[in-house]
Antibody, heavy 121, light 109 residues
């Protein structure tokens, strides 16, 4: 069974630099692209970061580009989101999400339970 | 950036009724469109991908249609567990993550 477990959220001051982690299990982690998607309280979903299976290709939404960095450790089956220069508007639940199998590769077929980051001013 | 618009924002229906949700893209996304269901306090769940294909384990009462810029998610007969928020999502420029629509809330009338 695919499992994704996020951690690292909490209350952070504006300008802070927390690091989120997502521990993966139940599948061959190094074969899959990974993403981070966030959801502000009471709002919709926003994709924010992508990393290829080997880690060589990364992409970001404009809203976080230059402030957030995605990385992965294929030895320890984890993906990370290093956040910096946090703003109040970055307050959200942060989900890691994995593409599906075969023709579902481009879709977010598996999600973690999310970790809440609250940025205080 | 492609913008997705969903309508209506809220759909109030009774169990057993048919739900029709719309998603419109500001430019063509071919059939690179998915639908997700999200219940309060839970992560989203993939329902439909490539506009019309049901994900594994998704009941047959859920169906998707459309291509280009106009898409529809239909729930043929609402079950109590179907009352939730539904998001459409395009990923036309994979591996870019794409964008999500604002969501349609299906609530109990």
């Amino acid at each position: 069974e695919v499992q994704l477990v996020e951690s690292g959220g909490g209350l952070v001051e504006s300008g802070g630099s927390p690091r989120l982690s997502c521990a993966a299990s139940g599948f061959s982690f190094s074969n899959y692209e990974m993403n981070w998607v966030r959801q502000a309280p009471g709002k919709g979903l926003e994709w924010i970061a992508y990393i290829s299976s080997g880690g060589s290709t990364k992409d970001y939404a404009d809203s976080v580009k230059g402030r957030f960095t995605i990385s992965r450790d294929n030895t320890n089956n984890s993906v990370f989101l290093q956040m910096s220069s946090l703003r109040v508007e970055d307050t959200a639940v942060y989900y890691c999400a994995r593409g599906g199998e075969w023709e579902l590769l481009r879709w977010f077929a598996s999600w973690g339970q999310g970790t809440l980051v609250v940025v205080s001013s | 950036e492609i913008v997705l618009t969903q309508s209506p924002a809220t759909l109030s229906l009774s169990p057993g009724e048919r739900a029709t949700l719309s998603c419109r893209a500001s430019q063509t996304v071919n059939t690179y469109l998915a639908w997700y269901q999200q219940k309060p306090g839970q992560a989203p769940r993939l329902l439909i991908y490539d506009a019309s294909k049901r994900a594994a384990g998704i009941p047959a009462r859920f169906s998707g249609s459309g291509s280009g810029t106009d898409f529809t998610l239909t729930i043929s007969s609402l079950e109590p567990e179907d009352f939730a928020v539904y998001y459409c999502h395009h990923r036309n420029n994979w591996p870019r993550g794409g964008t999500f629509g604002p969501g349609t809330k299906v609530d109990i009338k």
